[in-house]
C-alpha cells in the first residue's frame, strides 16, 4: 500500500482538488484506491456526497491518529490523504502515514512563507526514515503567461526539496467539475486539464519508484 499525503497547512493552496484528482486518475488506472479527509472542514466529503454514483471511496479521518487508523481499513494499493490546513497535530499525523508528501504551493510569496512550518515537519521525518520519506513541492493554480510561476519555483528552490516541473494551473474546470462532485479526467478526459492531472500522477509516481 503506497499513501500519498496532500499537505499544505495554508488554505486555499488546491489540496482537495489535486487530492480528489490524484485519487480518480490512479483509479481511472485500475487501482484500488482509498481517500481519506483528514479536514475537519470536510471538502473532499462534500465533494463525494454531490454524486449519487460516486466511484471513489472516501473516509473522513479528522483526527491525530490517521498512521494508526490506516492499519484498520484493509489494504488498498494507493491512500490519497486530503490534509487539513492549520492544524499541525494532524499534519503531522498524515506525515507519520504517508510515504509521499506532495506540497501544493500557489504563486505567491504568502504561500511560499507559510510553507515554512511544514517543511520543518517533513524534514524531521525524513531523517528520522533515513531519507524513506519521499517529498515535493507542486505549484498549483498557476496563472499561464505569468513570470511569477518561474519567481517561485526559484524560491522554493530555497527549501532544498524537489520541486516538480509539473503545474496545476487556474481553470474553471476544476470549480465546475467540482461541484458536480467529479473530476476534469471524467467530464474532459482528453483536455489540458486532465493532461496536467494525468502527468502529475506520473511525477508523484516516478518519485514513489
Known amino acids: ?20 484528482h490524484l ?28 454524486r449519487e454514483d460516486q466511484p471513489l471511496s472516501v473516509v473522513g479521518i479528522d483526527r491525530p491518529t490517521i498512521e494508526r487508523d490506516l492499519k484498520a481499513l484493509g489494504h488498498k494499493d494507493f491512500v490519497v490523504i486530503d490534509g487539513a490546513p492549520q492544524a499541525a497535530d494532524l499534519a503531522v499525523s498524515a506525515i507519520k502515514a504517508a510515504d509521499f508528501v506532495l506540497i501544493p ?11 515554512a512550518d511544514l517543511v520543518e515537519l517533513v524534514k524531521s521525518r525524513i531523517e528520522i ?18 513570470r511569477i510561476g518561474e519567481e517561485i519555483v526559484e524560491a522554493l528552490n530555497g527549501y532544498d526539496l524537489p520541486v516538480l516541473e509539473t ?3 487556474q ?23 486532465a493532461k496536467e492531472c494525468r502527468a502529475l500522477l506520473a511525477a508523484v509516481k516516478a518519485m514513489i519508484k
Open 167 to 169: 503545474r496545476i494551473t
Open 23 to 50: 485519487a480518480r486518475a490512479l483509479q481511472l488506472e485500475g487501482a484500488d484506491v482509498l481517500l481519506i479527509d483528514s479536514d475537519p472542514q470536510g471538502s473532499a466529503r462534500d465533494w463525494a456526497a454531490v
Open 105 to 115: 504551493v500557489q504563486p505567491s510569496p504568502y504561500d511560499i512563507w507559510a510553507t
Open 1 to 20: 500500500m503506497v499513501v500519498i499525503a496532500v499537505l499544505n497547512q495554508k488554505g486555499g493552496s488546491g489540496k482537495t482538488t489535486i487530492a480528489t
Open 171 to 193: 481553470r474553471v474546470s476544476y470549480p465546475s467539475t467540482a461541484a458536480a462532485g467529479t473530476t476534469v479526467l471524467d467530464t474532459e478526459p482528453e483536455g489540458e486539464a
Open 129 to 146: 526514515t533515513d531519507g524513506k520519506l519521499r517529498v515535493a513541492f507542486v505549484v498549483s493554480r498557476a496563472i499561464k503567461g505569468t
